[in-house]
């Protein structure tokens, strides 16, 4: 086995390790975090999962308040991680792409955490945030298009993926833009970003170990397609509806 794959083998058996030691000893004990009460949850991003999340990487969020980070410079640097998720997608090294997921994912995490911990509202910046959400997330779909791109059927469910994933933010901001609530669907940008980092970096694995990393790579974009349809779907309705109704 290559000094890559164990390096991918053992920083996923220590968060896994780490998620148990979690969720008996600390979990159990503690009240939930006020940035996880006013986040909505779902079976993927669940309270135990966003909890786990700060856990893991608090020490950072302190390090970056003491040195006076700017949160820019975290909605920046998630940016370049999922460029590089794409790159790595692209060129099919799954495992190295997952886990830069997971980096953009949190500094997306923490850019507005540091923001709010350090007073700091402006409106440009979370413009920024918006803005490079989209184009970071736009750049891996288009590496899982490469990787896919002589596959004619996966291709069309990449596309219908990313199309429906674009909705779902599209959806929710024209609505608050029109004055109604937006948040409707359990499968938005973290979820998405939970079901990526987590399949990706188990493809590797799984075709070193039981020779199925194809099937862990086909299970993920399903996953990912159906989720986002369906939210798409259904909070498309669901705003619709809301309007049509003050407007009778």
């Known amino acids: 086995m290559s000094t890559y794959l164990w390096s991918l083998v053992i920083a996923n058996s220590s968060v896994i390790v780490l998620a ?27 309270a135990f999962f966003r909890e786990f999340w700060y856990f893991l990487m608090g020490p950072l969020k302190r390090k970056l308040i003491k040195w006076g980070a700017s949160p820019n410079t975290l909605t920046i640097a998630g940016f370049i991680f999922s460029l590089a998720a794409g790159v790595a997608f692209g060129m099919s090294e799954f495992g190295l792409g997952g886990w830069m997921v997971i980096l953009a994912a949190t500094c997306d995490i923490y850019d507005g955490q540091l923001a709010r911990a350090r007073g700091i509202d402006l409106k440009s910046g979370a413009f920024l945030d918006s803005v490079l959400d989209r184009l970071g997330e736009s750049a891996m779909f288009c590496g899982l298009a490469w990787h896919f791109k002589d596959n004619s059927f996966w291709f069309l469910v990449l596309f219908i993926t990313f199309t429906a994933s674009q909705l779902v933010s599209y959806s929710r901001a024209r609505a608050e833009g029109l004055g109604f609530l937006g948040a409707r669907g359990f499968f938005q940008r973290a979820e998405r970003m939970i079901v990526m980092s987590i399949g990706m970096c188990l493809i590797p694995v799984f075709e070193e170990f039981f020779q199925s990393g194809q099937a862990v790579l086909f299970t993920t974009v399903a996953f990912l397609c159906l989720g986002s349809s369906q939210t798409a779907i259904t909070r498309a309705v669901a705003i619709f509806k809301d309007i049509r109704a003050t407007e009778k």
């Open 20 to 46: 148990i030691y979690f969720g008996i000893f600390v979990y159990p004990k503690q009240e939930l975090s006020e940035e996880t009460k006013r986040r909505p949850r779902s079976f993927v991003s669940n």
